[in-house]
């Protein structure tokens, strides 16, 4: 027994004093390394402090993200926008106690309730269609151990349209589009997104029906289509997935691809609020399957155009999308930024004139997400949304050419008064993306345009990618849209609508930092005023 008592402790000590050694020519190491090398000012007068620097340096983000920043802190979504949308997706339930952490000292938009709001039976929708999902039911959370939760089928409504309210966009189309849903995925393209999150967002949405998904820039996957979900093909200033070997427009291959039952319409990208220039894909990312889709080289990296070179106006860029609409027979849209008070006066001087325009139009705000662009673009191009979509529609309506063209907008519209803002605003549907890729596991490390995405989400390397279990964030994303659209005919109820077509200006106030309320409808009046006409 003491032989035994005897070899553990001699081992023990020969354990401490080799971590000791390895301490002792580390710092050595260290010391002399670092006080010669050129690159780093401070590692040559302080090598130990400069690494304790920079490793504090670089665990600072995610420190912030979990201990230092409060609730309502953190960019682009807080710890309380975040959360919201995990336990929606994962749990099927959005119910919140105690009270708002909304700061209502603050200026923004509210949404004005009826003294008398509509009942639950009295709300429309269509009460037949139902989703088959799966969510997760929370047992105990314990602070020292793993949380139990039971994971089960569920049955849930759908919460579509009634059938009198669907948007129908290109009614005057061959094969017009119609939605049963408000919010469809924007734009993200395979490549940006690896092929598990593609595939898991296809089939999610498929599951949730009266849904849509917009494959972004880099053209049509295989994981765009197996789940079955309608899809809006975006084309860009490369032309992936329908372009030749020279880049241009190849409409055989348009034509083919708009006889694919799920595409049910083309959108030609003129800019996106966080890069209003072309899309960027760097090198590592453009594997052989990639690089097959999008017609490109594999292994080099992707800088799209800042425009088409194919138009240059307000008339020829119209003439390419009535182009196309013939070609193809069915929708053809525009995806673009406002920057002013006259940025869309010429489109909708030629609407007016002529009759001819895209069939809807994706409003863009500038603080949209992307998966690589650059800072002053980012920050610094492009209005938000909420100052954006007023301009789009009163200068649609002062050329009497709104009910020529929907609107679908875009930009941060992840939670249901958010979306009832935009849709009173005059959006007739919404995109949302970084909802959707928080559904599916996106934990905001920040790296998308790395290829190093932890969560397997935004990277096509293979072994990250492992992460991302399709066959369970499928269901996240059916929860994560079910419980939108739930959240939607609620706020609706609540503000005296039996539905939230029905949201109009006269819905909305806005208070501002001195109390002073104005109603959405003079806000409206007064961008209206500023929108000159030409003859």
Request: charged share 25%; glycine share 8%; aromatic share 8%.
């Amino acid at each position: 027994m003491n032989s035994i008592a005897n070899i553990l402790i001699v081992l023990g000590f020969s354990i401490i004093f080799l971590i000791f050694i390895v301490i002792v020519l580390l710092l050595i190491y260290m010391i002399f390394f670092d006080r010669r090398q050129k690159h780093h000012a401070i590692l040559r007068n302080y090598p130990v402090l400069g690494r304790v620097r920079y490793f504090l340096e670089k665990i600072g983000p995610e420190m912030r993200q979990y201990w230092f920043n409060s609730d309502n802190e953190g960019k682009p979504f807080s710890r309380d926008d975040y959360e919201h949308m995990v336990k929606s997706s994962k749990y099927l339930r959005d119910v919140i106690g105690f009270g708002s952490k909304r700061d209502f000292d603050e200026e923004g938009f509210f949404v004005r309730n009826s003294m008398f709001p509509k009942l639950a039976e009295e709300e429309k929708y269509d009460r037949e269609t139902k989703v088959m999902t799966k969510r997760y039911v929370l047992k105990k959370d314990p602070l020292f151990s793993q949380r139990e939760e039971t994971w089960g089928d569920e049955e849930s409504s759908a919460y579509l349209l009634d059938d009198e309210d669907a948007v129908i966009i290109g009614p005057n189309t061959k094969n017009p589009f119609k939605l049963k849903g408000l919010i469809g995925m924007s734009a993200m393209s395979y490549g940006s997104l690896g092929k598990n999150a593609i595939t898991a967002l296809s089939e999610g949405l498929a599951l949730a029906k009266g849904t849509w998904m917009n494959t972004g820039e880099g053209g049509l996957s295989p994981y765009h289509l197996i789940g079955g979900v309608d899809i809006i093909m975006q084309i860009g200033p490369a032309m992936f997935g329908v372009r030749d070997r020279n880049g241009e427009m190849d409409w055989d291959e348009l034509k083919r691809k708009s006889e694919i039952p799920e595409i049910k319409a083309f959108e030609v990208k003129l800019a996106q609020g966080a890069k209003t220039r072309g899309g960027h894909i760097d090198a590592e990312k453009v594997n052989p399957e990639i690089a097959e889709i999008r017609k490109v080289e594999a292994y080099k990296s992707i800088d799209s155009p800042n425009r088409f070179h194919q138009f240059h106006d307000v008339e020829s860029m119209c003439d390419f999308v009535e182009k196309i609409r013939n070609h193809t027979g069915i929708p053809v849209g525009i995806k673009m930024v406002i920057g002013g008070n006259d940025s869309v006066e010429k489109l909708a001087k030629y609407m007016k004139d002529t009759g001819k325009g895209p069939d809807f139009i994706t409003l863009d705000g500038g603080e949209g997400g992307t998966g690589a662009s650059y800072q002053e673009l980012i920050d610094s191009v492009g209005l938000p949304i909420k100052s954006a979509l007023p301009i789009l529609v009163s200068t649609l309506e002062k050329y009497g050419v709104r009910d020529q063209v929907k609107i679908i907008a875009s930009g941060k519209l992840f939670t249901p008064d958010r979306i009832a803002i935009a849709l009173a605003m005059g959006a007739d549907l919404v995109n949302i993306a970084r909802g959707f890729m928080i559904s599916i596991g996106c934990i905001q490390t920040m790296k998308c345009q790395s290829n190093a995405c932890p969560v397997g989400v935004a990277t096509t390397d293979p072994e990250l990618q492992q992460a991302l279990v399709i066959d369970e964030k499928k269901y996240r994303v059916v929860n994560f849209l079910v419980t939108l659209r739930k959240g939607l005919f609620r706020i609706s109820a609540a503000a005296g609508l039996d539905s939230p077509v029905r949201f109009q200006p006269m819905h909305i106030s806005y208070k501002d930092d001195k109390g002073i309320v104005t109603s959405l409808e003079n806000i409206l009046n007064e961008v209206k005023g500023q929108i000159r006409v030409s003859k």
